[in-house]
């Protein structure tokens, strides 16, 4: 991608994505040794629509999770340089461990700032969702999504222990008003 081409970047919803995007997509993930949402496979495209339309309905929800829309951050040719969510509705255990959006870099494209930006996008999203602040939080080892959210604004609240995830959290608050 040419230098200043990171503005031409979108945000399209699962629907909008095309199979083959998606493949590399989930190779990308495969070849760093990471199951992307748990596809395995390029040929899960269709089970992950189900699954995001599910989601974004509230439907087939992991325990105590909240809907949400998936994003992802394309170019004009559509290939994705990174992918996220932005929860509905605050919850208590979003608002304490999980935070109101979360994002992804695809393994191709880190240490090039695709993260900073789709972190910058998922927060205008959040404020047409009608946040006005937001909790963003991140393992205390992930020193690259710590400083994504800093470059966004993010301030420091706390570091926290999550059980659930046996890890010290970072959380920061995004004002969006």
Known sequence: M???AMTDLILKTADEISQ??????VNSYMKNGTPFLGMTSPNDYEAFLRMCRAHESGKRLPRGSVPYTRYFMC???GVIYAQGDVRHYPSESLTRYEGYLGYGTVPD???MGFGTQ???LLLEKARQWGYREVIITCNIENQASARIIEKNGGQLLEICYWQQQRSFMKRYCCQLA
């Open 75 to 77: 170019d004009a040719q």
């Open 109 to 111: 494209y880190r240490g």
């Open 20 to 25: 083959e995007a998606f493949a590399a997509m």
């Open 2 to 4: 040419e230098a200043g």
């Open 118 to 120: 789709m972190c910058r």
